[in-house]
T-cell receptor, first 113, second 111 residues
């Protein structure tokens, strides 16, 4: 089944404890992206990747890192999480570029205490 | 930034027609998406407009006017399951990877 998977789906952590949210797609898509969604707001783009070893900042990259060492995986790293990073996170992928239809993962609900 | 405006909430009756509007800055426009998102779930693709005009797909249609920076999503024969948030998203040709989403319109369908 073609899909985007994220792990974990739910995470409660404490300020300053490094964490990684994994994202994987099995559709051989070149483009991948991370978004966060806060109550009453739409999606805000954190980072995106046009292909392996090609990443770039979205609108809200502060406090986050990403890597794209292989096409299928695009992990989101929070080196020192803070409470303002409590949010719902979505990973998405599309065939070639961001303006192709994006397929979204199920979301990761992160709480930073 | 490139502001995208859409109404926060709308209410409609089952079986009726509803139009959700979206306005955006026109400079550098590349294409516009509509996504549907049920509460607590991931967004799912509805439509993509890059040229002016109406794109019809079953009960859902999407319209684009590039010169006016305006789009709408038209939902016909509303069903209870259409209660969801509808997100307008724009890509600008300054960078094919960067997207801007509106805050979403929460549609409530009542019996």
């Amino acid at each position: 089944e073609a899909q985007v998977t994220q792990n974990p789906r739910y995470l409660i952590t404490v300020t300053g404890k490094k964490l990684t949210v994994t994202c994987s797609q099995n559709m051989n898509h070149e483009y991948m992206s991370w978004y966060r969604q806060d109550p009453g707001l739409g999606l805000r783009q954190i980072y995106y990747s046009m292909n392996v070893e090609a990443t770039d900042k979205g609108d809200v990259p502060e406090g986050y890192k990403v890597s794209r060492k292989e096409k299928r995986n695009f992990p989101l790293i929070l080196e020192s999480p803070s409470p303002n990073q409590t949010s719902l996170y979505f990973c998405a992928s599309s065939l070639i570029k961001g303006s192709d239809e994006q397929f979204f993962g199920p979301g990761t609900r992160l709480t930073v205490l | 930034g490139q502001n995208i405006d859409q109404p926060t909430e709308m209410t409609a009756t089952e079986g009726a027609i509803v139009q959700i509007n979206c306005t955006y800055q026109t400079s550098g426009f590349n294409g516009l998406f509509w996504y549907q998102q049920h509460a607590g779930e991931a967004p799912t693709f509805l439509s993509y407009n890059v040229l002016d005009g109406l794109e019809e797909k079953g009960r859902f249609s999407s319209f684009l006017s590039r010169s006016k920076g305006y789009s709408y999503l038209l939902l016909k024969e509303l069903q209870m399951k259409d209660s969801a948030s509808y997100l307008c998203a724009v890509f600008y040709n300054t960078n094919a990877g960067k997207s801007t989403f509106g805050d979403g319109t929460t549609l409530t369908v009542k019996p």
